[in-house]
């Protein structure tokens, strides 16, 4: 099965956790980047990016999307910015919908937070790509380097219930 993981990540958070996934599926991997980045400290990061996800801002992406239609698994990785996806994923979703019009995939949702619900965050994926199969969600509250253990644990035991 052919599978991808495509990602954003301001931090490097969701970056960890999405190339550990990538390793595990032996799938490719695809980081999306922005045309004009967001900031990544202080007052501003907290504004412009928690602004851009409750207006469900779509930023330019300077990364081009592939084809998905030869991939079976499309994991989509987001870190949660005021209850919701990152404001890029909502650039991926369009081009997806826009330009591929994918049915009949399995979807992933790879979802990276301080804490608190991620419900919202999949849901918006999902209203946005039906006529898809979606698979549990895997969750990861503050992951970094030194819980990578923990984390891989997580993702093999998540790999190993979508094999089955």
């Not at 404001?87 to 937070?113: H, R, Y």
Request: glycine letters at 6%; hydrophobic letters at 40%; a positive charge.
């Amino acid at each position: 099965m052919k599978s991808i993981v495509i990602y954003y990540s301001l931090e490097g958070h969701t970056k960890l956790v999405a190339q550990l996934l990538a390793k595990e599926l032996k799938a490719e991997v695809l980081e999306l980047k922005l045309a004009k980045p967001f900031p990544t400290r202080g007052f501003s990061k907290f504004f412009w990016c928690g602004k851009s996800a409750v207006f469900n801002e779509k930023p330019e992406l300077k990364t081009k999307i592939p084809s998905l239609k030869d991939y079976n698994i499309i994991v989509i990785g987001t870190p949660v910015w005021a209850g919701k996806c990152a404001s890029p994923i909502n650039s991926l979703l369009v081009s997806i919908t826009k330009d591929q019009q994918i049915k009949g995939k399995k979807i992933a949702v790879l979802v990276t937070n301080g804490g608190g619900s991620i419900s919202k965050c999949v849901k918006q994926i999902q209203k946005t790509l039906t006529g898809n199969e979606f698979l549990e969600p895997l969750h990861f509250v503050n992951p970094s380097k030194d819980k990578e253990e923990e984390i891989v644990k997580k993702i093999r035991d998540w790999v190993q219930a979508i094999n089955n």
